[in-house]
């Protein structure tokens, strides 16, 4: 598994406004051989919102 403070870095870089697309942590995921629960988990912890969901959960 990838570095958790590697990933994280990958998310800010991603992220505007401490936002990130959905679409963004799928790709990060897949770079990482992660769960996209694990990017979602990342997420929470540093209080970056994932929008443009595409299952359409997150607004």
Same mark, same amino acid.
């Given at each position: 598994?990838? !570095? ?6 990958? =998310? ?7 936002? &990130?697309?959905? %679409?963004? +942590?799928?790709?990060?995921?897949? !770079? ?6 694990? =990017? ?7 209080? &970056?919102?994932? %929008?443009? +969901? ?6």
């Amino acid at each position: 598994m990838a !570095d958790k403070e590697k990933i994280y870095e990958e =998310i800010k870089k991603c992220s505007q406004n401490n936002e &990130i697309s959905c %679409r963004q +942590c799928f790709e990060i995921a897949k !770079d990482n051989n992660v769960a996209v629960k694990i =990017i979602g988990e990342i997420c929470n912890e540093y209080h &970056i919102k994932v %929008r443009a +969901c595409q299952m359409g959960l997150f607004k």
